[in-house]
């Protein structure tokens, strides 16, 4: 995992870039967002075609569309809100609307700046190479992306695009961050997953059959990993602290919590530890993903295979819903990652860690058959930090 940081080249691009220019005009861009569909209106009857990726190309471009998007704006702020997209989300669906729109140009770079950027965000735009590319403001430290620091304020470059000492930086607009923290259940459209039963080894009736919505896991899957700050254990409190949508809710915690009834918060945590140790199959991200991926809560209950970070993550998670007491991460200096529980009134004996008042207890969903309190063994004499889960 690494960010690149960049010098600001303020020059201007030699050269011309020539773009051929489409002939298909609409009032209407009809597209879909997660499979959700979606209609903005859009007029590219009089579409200003950029010769090259000059300043004054950038500036005439832009003084078209600003004109040409009143509308626009107006529906694209009326979905954000209607759908209650998340500002990632949102960057996704400008993202889509603009390829819709002009194809991939860098017309549509332009386009989608100017809709992030008169929406409050902040943006800026660069050339190489005679390609136009996007960056947007975020506060979050976002890994494995080219980033700049302007008057303060981090940049990142967006999707695929190149940035090296080449990059000429043209258009830039301070304004919101990006932010990848939790910001309220999207309301997407439905595409139910195929039904999956997670059944715990330790007792055949802890067994639950799942649904989730595959548009939300979709959107997850093009997320950027993101934390707080350059300390990388922050990109994990920032995936523990998404709830489940309303299909996993009614699916898997209610039922769970239907099942926990009646026992102790002791009792009732180790019937889940259990259930997250035994009823998912153990693999390292390199080998099935090729890089070091992890997954939101969610996740974990989709895809087939899951490791300590995926299953710490998902613990955390359902402690919190199904027992409503807290949870948190733990991090081993040896390289491995797991969950406490603060039990908070109840006495509870075994290995933890404390935090200003609290004693939260080891939970480790990668020690198979480990009881609530069990470090396990390769972890004894390794340094351990807690890390908080909002």
């Not at 080249?9 to 009809?30: E, P, W």
């Not at 009089?46 to 626009?72: A, F, G, N, Y």
């Not at 309220?184 to 802890?206: C, V």
């Not at 710490?312 to 948190?328: K, T």
Request: hydrophobic letters at 40%.
């Amino acid at each position: 995992m690494k960010k690149v940081l960049l010098s600001v080249v303020c020059l201007a691009l030699a050269g011309v870039f020539t773009i051929s220019c489409s002939d298909k005009h609409s009032n209407i861009v009809q597209f879909s967002l997660y499979g959700t569909d979606l209609n903005i209106h859009f007029d590219t009857s009089q579409r200003e075609t950029m010769k090259d990726v000059s300043k004054d190309e950038v500036s005439k471009c832009l003084v078209w569309i600003k004109s040409s998007t009143i509308e626009t704006l107006k529906d694209c702020q009326r979905i954000k809100q209607e759908l209650n997209l998340s500002d990632w989300a949102y960057v996704k669906m400008l993202d889509r609307f603009a390829t819709a729109s002009l194809d991939s140009t860098n017309e549509a770079v332009l386009l989608m700046y100017d809709m992030l950027t008169r929406s409050g965000y902040g943006a800026m735009v660069s050339a190489n190479k005679g390609k136009l590319n996007l960056w947007y403001q975020s506060d979050a430290f976002v890994y494995n992306a080219a980033g700049i620091l302007l008057n303060g304020h981090k940049y990142y470059v967006y999707g695929d695009s190149v940035a090296n000492e080449e990059t000429a930086m043209l258009q830039k607009m301070e304004g919101r961050p990006i932010d990848f923290h939790y910001q309220g259940e999207m309301k997407l459209a439905q595409k139910p997953t195929a039904p999956r039963t997670i059944t715990s080894k330790k007792d055949s009736t802890f067994a639950f059959t799942i649904t989730m919505n595959q548009n939300l896991i979709d959107y997850y899957n093009e997320v950027p990993l993101a934390g707080d700050d350059e300390n990388f254990m922050t990109r994990w409190a920032t995936l523990a602290e998404y709830p489940f949508e309303q299909q996993v809710k009614d699916s898997l915690v209610t039922k769970m919590k239907q099942k926990v009834a009646g026992m102790s918060q002791l009792e009732a945590v180790q019937q889940i530890l259990w259930w997250v140790q035994t009823g998912f199959e153990f693999e390292y991200d390199e080998k099935v993903w090729g890089y070091d991926r992890a997954f939101y809560p969610e996740e974990t209950l989709f895809y087939p295979y899951a490791d300590s970070e995926d299953r710490s993550i998902l613990l955390a998670r359902l402690v919190r819903d199904v027992v409503g007491i807290d949870a948190a991460l733990i991090y081993y200096s040896a390289g491995h990652l797991t969950a406490a529980v603060d039990f908070a009134d109840a006495v509870v004996v075994g290995d933890f860690l404390k935090l200003e008042d609290s004693r939260f207890i080891i939970c480790d969903p990668s020690y198979i058959g480990g009881r609530v309190g069990e470090t396990i063994p390769t972890m004894k004499n390794s340094e351990a930090t807690i890390i908080q889960v909002k």
